[in-house]
């Protein structure tokens, strides 16, 4: 009888582990999460982490909530990881990032300029988006004169209208406001900058950071990654390291 119980125990926790569910949270930002009502429930960073906990025999439930909030409950522990975020010392996360916010700088299709360089730069009017958290790197470069708009659709249509030759908008954005406002946008190749994002934990969720770190080293490798990333973008995880590299070379 006692062998009975301790065997039904066994399984009791076995199923326990299995049915896991970790809890993340962060905003609506195609193509990388989609929400309806109150859940995130499909994008790429969404099959990304579902992968990965899978691979863990676990699930997640993704909450879409404002940015503040979502990083005071990931702190506070009562969620466990924010979605696509740069490093923070608020949280921890793995080495390896899941996703990129890459930034370049771009012009009219007809535009005779196709090379990006910080020389080239200089003394040009480059138009930007008021109160967006640019780079270091875009936010110190004092040799080209930045102005400010309300939004990425005025930048758009700015740019459309001749009144600035350069925009600097992220990558996924332009491809969306490229389609909503009917013109072609040229990127001035490489790109200026991509910080790396990731799914930051809690500080007390070391272990789980860790495993699924490994978990994304695995999709890399077996190459999950890439195709995941081409079922939502022109370009694959690959790719997009490749150009961050290549973006590195070029010195202000």
């Known amino acids: 009888m006692k062998k009975i119980f301790i065997l039904i125990l066994a399984l009791m926790i076995?199923?326990?582990?299995?049915?896991?569910?970790?809890?993340?949270?962060?905003?609506?930002?195609?193509?990388?999460?989609?929400?309806?009502?109150?859940?995130?429930?499909?994008?790429?960073?969404?099959?990304?982490?579902t992968q990965a906990f899978k691979r863990l025999n676990m699930t997640i439930d993704a909450k879409k909530m404002p940015w503040q909030r979502c990083e005071k409950l990931v702190t506070h522990g009562s969620m466990d990881a924010l979605i696509d975020n740069t490093h923070s010392d608020k949280?921890?996360?793995?080495?390896?990032?899941?996703?990129?916010?890459?930034?370049?700088?771009?012009v009219r299709n007809d535009?005779?300029?196709?090379?990006?360089?910080?020389?080239?730069?200089?003394?040009?009017?480059?138009?930007?988006?008021?109160?967006?958290?640019?780079?270091?790197?875009?936010?110190?470069?004092?040799?080209?004169?930045?102005?400010?708009?309300?939004s990425e659709d005025v930048l758009v249509r700015m740019l459309k209208a001749?009144?600035?030759?350069?925009?600097?908008?992220?990558?996924?954005?332009?491809q969306h406001l490229a389609k909503k406002h009917n013109m072609k946008l040229k990127m001035l190749?490489?790109?200026?900058?991509?910080?790396?994002?990731?799914?930051?934990?809690?500080?007390?969720?070391?272990?789980?950071?860790?495993?699924?770190?490994?978990?994304?080293?695995?999709?890399i490798n077996d190459g999950t990654m890439d195709r995941l990333y081409l079922k939502y973008l022109p370009h694959s995880y690959s790719d997009f390291k490749t150009m961050i590299d290549k973006s590195k070379k070029i010195e202000i």
Not at 164 to 173: G, P
């Open 162 to 174: 001749k009144r600035y030759d350069y925009i600097v908008l992220d990558i996924f954005a332009a």
């Open 111 to 150: 535009f005779k300029q196709t090379k990006f360089s910080w020389q080239a730069m200089e003394n040009k009017y480059v138009a930007m988006v008021r109160g967006y958290d640019y780079t270091d790197k875009i936010s110190s470069f004092k040799l080209w004169h930045k102005s400010l708009v309300l």
């Open 91 to 106: 949280f921890i996360n793995g080495p390896t990032p899941t996703a990129f916010y890459p930034l370049a700088v771009y």
């Open 189 to 219: 190749d490489p790109m200026v900058d991509s910080p790396m994002l990731y799914l930051v934990f809690n500080k007390n969720k070391q272990i789980l950071k860790d495993q699924f770190n490994e978990k994304i080293i695995e999709m």
């Open 14 to 49: 076995n199923q326990a582990v299995y049915a896991t569910t970790v809890k993340l949270c962060g905003v609506q930002w195609p193509p990388f999460t989609y929400g309806e009502q109150q859940n995130l429930n499909h994008g790429l960073s969404i099959d990304i982490y």
